[in-house]
């Protein structure tokens, strides 16, 4: 068989089903369409970037109607005037520097729209067009008829301008500036050469450093007393107590020993000091701009709902205008945003985003119907019976677990060190002021400056951010997306791990299937491929990937029963597959099985079961794990794969069934009670109370750039078997951290040798001080990629 | 020897102007996407050469 890559999209296609344009080939009418718009537009240049960049369009009639309404879009926008409008989208397909081109070149394929610009790391498009003579709704249909549809969720509603915070990135410019001013300014002091006319000038330059130094002190270091000033109201000794105390005693004996012109101050020092403590904070924030980690049902909702009248004509409203008694109208592929009774025949809700299950589940009419699915199929109507904020699912967020702040959940490690340190420190300040107040009073004086100066535990600061920010950006690099680098310790602390089971230790992607029944020929598994092709239906995709490739057959009748089956005839073959009820006209009363039952011309042959299918290396991952950790397994299920489970899994492995996303969230508090630190690996929003209850809540996404619940890191499926690896990785970088924390003290040692003995010359200060932070960020961020590439092996 | 008054000043206010300057880049959001800048300034390239190609066609249209 001849395969063909697609020219716009990349894919594989059967040469049966290719279609040849332009001299191109392209594997469905709606790839040749992009590449049409293209090249009418001069736009070819489109595949020249990257090799097949495009994506196949999707069918979205009706599905933007609802920006058809003002006081909607005006919510979306972020800026809005007469003859200009902005708004933000947010496009997941955006993936190369193709799409970048075709997107900030939009002006040209729709008149009034007058700029966009992509900003790449956020998959973000921002444009800028006249209202007057473009609707919002035609750039949303544009951008989807060209493969790059935009994603609009509740999470949009409302936000409008989002205020970017750049507060750091401004301390970090002004703490530089006078950083360097600074030590150019101090060079004549540092080769005191007793000259007359740099003598002369000390005044000038030493009033000049004082000015410089003054913004880097009041406002780059602003954090830190914030920070110190919260710790010490709250009555914990965090690391900025000392940092704050020891910047604030540089300052304040510089400027004494200014005014009194005993020096030249350590203006150098202390401003280096800020600087690159603030570098290392900046280093720490290693960001996924397109990953979220604060997600909740608000990015999984639609923004807008059809809304059937009384007289039968239809509306788009914003969801949250919904009122029980309403009657709504869900499409295909839409999500159903409240709970309601279904007032159509037959639905199939496939409820993948709240349990992790693929599978449809069916619903008659009068059924209760739970928000969170999506239907499959037909337009269903539905009554509602809850709120948006009052539905099953929606009130997991009114949780108390939800409205703390992780930060404040746990103590970091330097905070616990800092615990001892401060208290030390502040034991020899004292101690050797009273020693020298008995020989020379103002010795004493400058001796008790001096070693809270030296002691500032600036390279105790930078160890932990600098061995995180560089952990943090090995494991992104394997897909693995912490949110900060605190995950990385309560990773290294976690000593029972629980695992949900359905998308997180089974994936929905591929699934085991047998075969039980008559064997089925050659020709007529051809047939059945051909059908199975014409249908969208989850498990028809599933078998359709399962069975042999084939040629395609044409399909001269078809019927699609939602909830039943299909029906189809093929060169005389008649076709009956689906559900039992639908081919053998009888109930099967198997509820733990997924099956797919097969008639080929009124005899019946057998049928196809969908298993679970486990992912790659679990038991290995398992079996590692079992040794370090406790480890649970919860499950939404019923106990139908226990058995299955209990091969597979270690002995002793605690399982869990028929629990619901309070439960779980239960079965979490409940082993933190016993003094557990608990990780939670889980997929679904079903999960997302458990994930945020636990010390860790790690989320499993198939695709990273689509969504996963609010948590604490995302690994992408693929890697799921070196969950045991990162782990490994975390207890690492903790011990590189202890160890730099050794050096760092030794450091100290030296600097306080020469401070209590009243020797902290500045230029001393001046070499001790940037030489100890050089150390400790080399040596962590050497130990930390040692041993990450050490770990791999 | 004044000249040191002078010359240190203008060299604090040539500092100060590019700290100001650095300020407004940042303002303007120039910090906040640093790779998509990266990639876009490999297209200008690209689009003269595609312009050259379609010249004659868009000469076509105009007549």
């Known amino acids: 068989m001849v395969m063909e890559n697609c020219f716009h999209c990349g894919l594989d296609s059967i040469k049966e089903d290719?279609?040849?344009?332009?001299?191109?080939?392209?594997?469905?009418?709606?790839?040749?369409?992009?590449?049409?718009?293209?090249?009418?537009?001069?736009?070819?240049?489109?595949?020249?970037?990257?090799?097949?960049?495009?994506?196949?369009?999707?069918?979205?009639?009706?599905?933007?109607?609802?920006?058809?309404?003002?006081?909607?879009?005006?919510?979306?926008?972020?800026?809005?005037?007469?003859?200009?409008?902005?708004?933000?989208?947010?496009?997941?397909?955006?993936?190369?520097?193709?799409?970048?081109?075709?997107?900030?070149?939009?002006?040209?394929?729709?008149?009034?729209?007058?700029?966009?610009?992509?900003?790449?790391?956020?998959?973000?498009?921002?444009?800028?067009?006249?209202?007057?003579?473009?609707?919002?709704?035609?750039?949303?249909?544009?951008?989807?008829?060209?493969?790059?549809?935009?994603?609009?969720?509740?999470?949009?509603?409302?936000?409008?301008?989002?205020?970017?915070?750049?507060?750091?990135?401004?301390?970090?410019?002004?703490?530089?500036?006078?950083?360097?001013?600074?030590?150019?300014?101090?060079?004549?002091?540092?080769?005191?050469?007793?000259?007359?006319?740099?003598?002369?000038?000390?005044?000038?330059?030493?009033?000049?450093?004082?000015?410089?130094?003054?913004?880097?002190?009041?406002?780059?270091?602003?954090?830190?007393?914030?920070?110190?000033?919260?710790?010490?109201?709250?009555?914990?000794?965090?690391?900025?107590?000392?940092?704050?105390?020891?910047?604030?005693?540089?300052?304040?004996?510089?400027?004494?020993?200014?005014?009194?012109?005993?020096?030249?101050?350590?203006?150098?020092?202390?401003?280096?000091?800020?600087?690159?403590?603030?570098?290392?904070?900046?280093?720490?924030?290693?960001?996924?701009?397109?990953?979220?980690?604060?997600?909740?049902?608000?990015?999984?909702?639609?923004?807008?709902?059809?809304?059937?009248?009384?007289?039968?004509?239809?509306?788009?409203?914003p969801i949250y205008e919904i009122q029980k008694g309403d009657r709504i109208a869900v499409r295909n592929q839409e999500l159903i945003p409240v709970d309601g009774i279904l007032i159509s025949d037959k639905a199939e809700i496939d409820y993948s985003f709240v349990t992790g299950e693929a599978i449809p589940v069916i619903k008659k009419s009068g059924d209760k119907v739970f928000a969170g699915g999506k239907q499959i199929g037909k337009l269903i109507e539905m009554e509602v019976l809850h709120s948006v904020s009052q539905s099953y699912l929606t009130q997991l967020w009114s949780n108390a677990i939800f409205q703390k702040k992780v930060e404040e959940k746990f103590k970091s490690i330097t905070d616990t060190i800092s615990r001892y340190f401060t208290p030390v420190l502040l034991l020899i300040a004292f101690v050797s002021l009273g020693y020298w107040i008995f020989i020379d009073a103002t010795v004493a004086f400058n001796v008790f400056t001096a070693v809270l100066i030296v002691a500032c535990p600036c390279a105790l600061a930078l160890t932990a951010p600098f061995t995180m920010g560089n952990i943090l950006r090995i494991v992104g690099n394997k897909k693995f997306y912490l949110k900060n680098a605190l995950v990385i310790e309560q990773l290294a602390k976690v000593d029972t791990i629980v695992f949900d089971k359905t998308g997180t230790i089974t994936t929905n992607i591929k699934s085991n299937i047998s075969y039980s029944g008559i064997v089925i020929s050659d020709d007529n598994l051809l047939i059945l491929k051909s059908v199975l092709r014409a249908s969208n239906h989850p498990l028809s995709r599933m078998l359709y990937d399962f069975l042999p490739e084939g040629k395609r057959l044409k399909i001269s009748e078809f019927e699609e029963i939602a909830g039943s089956g299909i029906q189809a005839t093929i060169d005389n073959t008649q076709?009956?597959?689906?559900?039992?009820?639908?081919?053998?006209?009888?109930?099967?009363?198997?509820?733990?099985?997924?099956?797919?039952?097969?008639?080929?011309?009124?005899?019946?042959?057998?049928?196809?079961?969908?298993?679970?299918?486990?992912?790659?290396?679990?038991?290995?991952?398992?079996?590692?794990?079992?040794?370090?950790?406790?480890?649970?397994?919860?499950?939404?299920?019923?106990?139908?794969?226990?058995?299955?489970?209990?091969?597979?899994?270690?002995?002793?492995?605690?399982?869990?069934?028929?629990?619901?996303?309070?439960?779980?969230?239960?079965?979490?508090?409940?082993?933190?009670?016993?003094?557990?630190?608990?990780m939670m690996v889980g997929d679904g929003l079903n999960d997302a109370g458990a994930l945020m209850q636990s010390n860790v809540g790690i989320s499993i996404s198939e695709n990273v750039n689509v969504f996963s619940p609010a948590c604490d890191a995302i690994l992408a499926a693929t890697e799921f078997s070196q969950l045991d690896y990162f782990l490994k990785l975390s207890k690492k970088s903790i011990k590189v951290i202890k160890m730099s924390f050794v050096l760092s003290i030794l450091y100290n040692f030296v600097g306080l040798s020469f401070a209590i003995t009243g020797n902290l010359q500045p230029l001393v200060a001046a070499i001790i001080m940037p030489l100890s932070t050089v150390t400790i960020v080399s040596f962590v961020t050497i130990m930390s990629s040692y041993y990450a590439r050490n770990n791999n092996n | 020897m004044s000249v040191i008054y002078l010359l240190i000043s203008i060299s604090i206010l040539v500092a100060i102007f590019f700290f100001i300057a650095f300020i407004i880049a940042v303002k303007k959001g120039q910090y906040d996407d640093n790779y998509t800048p990266s990639v876009r300034m490999l297209f200008d390239d690209e689009l003269i050469h595609t312009k050259k190609e379609s010249t004659p066609n868009k000469d076509s249209e105009a007549l």
């Not at chain 1, 035609?138 to 970017?164: C, D, H, M, R």
């Not at chain 1, 076709?575 to 009820?581: A, V, Y």
């Not at chain 1, 009888?586 to 005899?603: A, C, D, F, G, W």
């Open chain 1, 18 to 317: 290719q279609i040849d344009f332009d001299g191109k080939t392209f594997c469905c009418n709606g790839c040749k369409t992009v590449y049409e718009i293209f090249s009418r537009n001069d736009m070819t240049c489109y595949y020249d970037f990257e090799k097949s960049p495009g994506a196949t369009p999707l069918d979205i009639s009706g599905k933007y109607d609802f920006l058809d309404n003002e006081s909607i879009v005006a919510k979306l926008l972020e800026f809005k005037e007469e003859n200009a409008a902005i708004i933000s989208l947010s496009i997941p397909h955006i993936h190369c520097s193709s799409c970048i081109w075709i997107l900030e070149n939009l002006q040209r394929l729709q008149k009034g729209i007058s700029t966009s610009q992509v900003n790449f790391p956020q998959k973000q498009v921002r444009i800028t067009y006249n209202p007057e003579t473009v609707s919002l709704k035609t750039i949303v249909v544009l951008l989807s008829s060209i493969g790059y549809e935009p994603y609009i969720s509740l999470e949009n509603y409302e936000t409008g301008k989002n205020n970017v915070d750049r507060s750091l990135t401004y301390k970090l410019g002004l703490a530089f500036f006078c950083f360097g001013n600074i030590m150019l300014l101090s060079f004549p002091e540092y080769f005191d050469m007793n000259e007359y006319w740099l003598d002369s000038y000390k005044p000038f330059f030493r009033w000049l450093i004082f000015a410089l130094s003054l913004p880097a002190f009041i406002y780059s270091a602003s954090g830190y007393y914030i920070s110190a000033y919260k710790s010490i109201k709250s009555g914990i000794l965090n690391i900025d107590i000392p940092i704050a105390l020891g910047i604030i005693i540089f300052f304040v004996r510089s400027t004494f020993d200014i005014v009194m012109d005993y020096g030249s101050g350590f203006f150098d020092s202390l401003t280096g000091l800020i600087f690159f403590m603030l570098l290392g904070k900046m280093f720490q924030i290693k960001t996924y701009s397109f990953l979220s980690f604060e997600r909740d049902f608000k990015s999984y909702f639609p923004i807008a709902i059809t809304r059937i009248n009384n007289d039968l004509s239809e509306e788009s409203i």
């Open chain 1, 575 to 678: 076709l009956k597959m689906g559900s039992s009820s639908f081919v053998k006209n009888q109930v099967e009363n198997n509820l733990k099985q997924t099956s797919v039952h097969i008639e080929i011309n009124s005899v019946y042959f057998g049928k196809y079961i969908f298993n679970n299918h486990y992912r790659d290396g679990l038991e290995s991952l398992f079996n590692n794990l079992n040794r370090n950790y406790q480890i649970k397994v919860l499950s939404g299920d019923n106990e139908g794969e226990r058995e299955t489970l209990e091969n597979l899994l270690p002995l002793g492995t605690e399982l869990v069934f028929n629990q619901k996303p309070e439960q779980k969230l239960e079965f979490i508090k409940q082993l933190q009670n016993e003094g557990k630190n608990v």
